[in-house]
Structures are given as structure tokens and as C-alpha cells.
């Protein structure tokens, strides 16, 4: 049990059976450890190091000899204090050099595809667009949005808005429908037959591809390339699409 306890503190094995045969003996010398735990001699010796780094054990001499005795069990709070410490100020450092750190990671690692499922995933993608303030093109739209999302829907569009975000949207279009009208996008439409089952929306880097179902999902590829082919692909839709006049 209290092995275990050692253990849980961050001591090695042979290192908390040193302590507690040094807690037991008292002053010892090396090889009155060795009979006690039978760890090997050689490894005594560094473990011993180690405790003693830790504040955990001492050592005296004595007639030209070294005997070494444990500390008082109270010393234990005082090193997971000095560890705690520690930690606080390595955290600290990292902290402070994480801006330089991230700058400097390969941007190859930035590509990654994600899935984002339900209400709530469609919300973490239309969040992320707003924080990242920039251009936003879409395509393939067909307002499904406001029936899946309802009240938070309307609520984002008025967010988005005061972000003054400039937007491109090309909806997909039939005759039943009436010309949508938003102050803060340039609207075009193109006829059903050129209707996509999915909606895409390119922002930055990023390109999320949302399945408007009974059970919604988001497909965010993140990807300059990517991000520059669908911008492209958008681009030459873009110019056959129509305006309509309301």
C-alpha cells in the first residue's frame, strides 16, 4: 500500500523501495540496502542519486564511510509542493513560446478532413465561420438551413451580417421559388437540373460540405489546395449562374 502511494507520486519502483527500506533500517550503508530490497548494486547507486535530487534521502559519513537514511515522511508533501512548482513554471514557459511554436509547425499538418455530426455540428461550422471573418463563397444552397435550424438560424444570419463579411451565394433554383434577398451577399442562381445533394461552403483554408438530411453532417476538409479548387470550381459556376429580378 504505501508502495502504491509512492508510486502514484512519481517514484520509480526500486526508487520507493529504497525509501521504505531506508525508512525501516535507518542510517545504512549501500550494501545493507542491497540485502534489504536486492536490487542490484550498480542501480542503487543512481536510484540513491535520484532520492537524493528529490530531497527524499540524505547522507552521512562516518568513519570514512557513507550511510544514507530517508527523509522524515513529511518531507514528501514539501517535494510534491517543489514539484508543483515545477510544472507551474514549465507551463509557464511553454505558454509564453507556443505563439513561436505553432508558427514554425510544418503546414502540411494543418490538412486534415473532419466530421461533425447533428444540429450541433452544423452549429460548430457556422461558429467557425464567423470567427474566421473572411470572404465566404457557397454553393449547391437551397435555404435548408433555416427549417434544420430554425430560431438559431435567423439569429446567426443577423450576427453574420454585422460582421460584414462578404459573401457569394449561388442557390439552386425552380420556378416555385422567389428570388432570396440578402443585403450583406451577392446572390445567383442556377436551374434544379444543376442541383448538388450537398451544400458547400469555401472559407480560408477550408471547405465544409454539409448533408442537410434527418440526420445532418459536416465534412470540413482543411486545405489550401482544396480550398483553392472549390474556390475555382465556385468561380466558374459563378458566371454561368443568373441573377433574377424579384
Do not use: C
Amino acid at each position: 500500500m504505501e508502495k502504491e502511494a509512492l508510486l502514484k507520486i512519481g517514484l520509480t519502483g526500486n526508487e520507493a523501495d529504497i525509501y521504505l527500506a531506508l525508512l525501516s533500517l535507518g542510517p545504512s550503508l549501500v550494501s545493507n540496502i542491497v540485502n534489504k530490497t536486492k536490487i542490484n548494486r550498480t542501480n542503487i547507486y543512481d536510484r540513491l542519486e535520484r532520492l537524493i535530487d528529490k530531497g527524499l534521502v540524505s547522507y552521512v559519513i562516518k568513519n570514512n564511510r557513507k550511510y544514507f537514511q530517508a527523509a522524515e515522511p513529511k518531507r514528501i508533501f514539501r517535494y510534491l509542493e517543489e514539484k508543483e512548482e515545477r510544472i507551474k513554471q514549465e507551463k509557464d514557459s511553454i505558454r509564453a513560446i507556443l505563439p513561436e511554436l505553432e508558427a514554425i509547425k510544418p503546414s502540411a499538418n494543418d490538412e486534415s478532413v473532419e466530421v461533425y455530426e447533428g444540429k450541433e455540428g452544423l452549429k460548430s461550422i457556422l461558429e467557425d465561420i464567423i470567427r474566421t471573418r473572411e470572404d465566404v463563397l457557397t454553393y449547391g444552397s437551397e435555404g435548408n438551413f433555416s427549417s434544420i435550424l430554425q430560431f438559431y438560424f435567423k439569429h446567426y444570419l443577423k450576427r453574420l451580417q454585422k460582421t460584414g463579411i462578404k459573401m457569394k451565394v449561388i442557390f439552386n433554383y425552380d420556378d416555385t421559388k422567389k428570388p432570396f434577398k440578402w443585403k450583406f451577399a451577392e446572390v445567383k442562381y442556377i436551374p434544379k437540373e444543376n442541383k448538388t445533394p450537398t451544400e458547400t461552403t469555401i472559407y480560408r483554408n477550408k471547405v465544409a460540405i454539409f448533408l442537410l438530411t434527418e440526420e445532418p453532417k459536416v465534412i470540413l476538409i482543411k486545405s489550401k489546395t482544396a480550398a483553392e479548387a472549390y474556390k475555382k470550381h465556385f468561380n466558374l459556376m459563378w458566371k454561368v449562374a443568373k441573377k433574377l429580378k424579384p
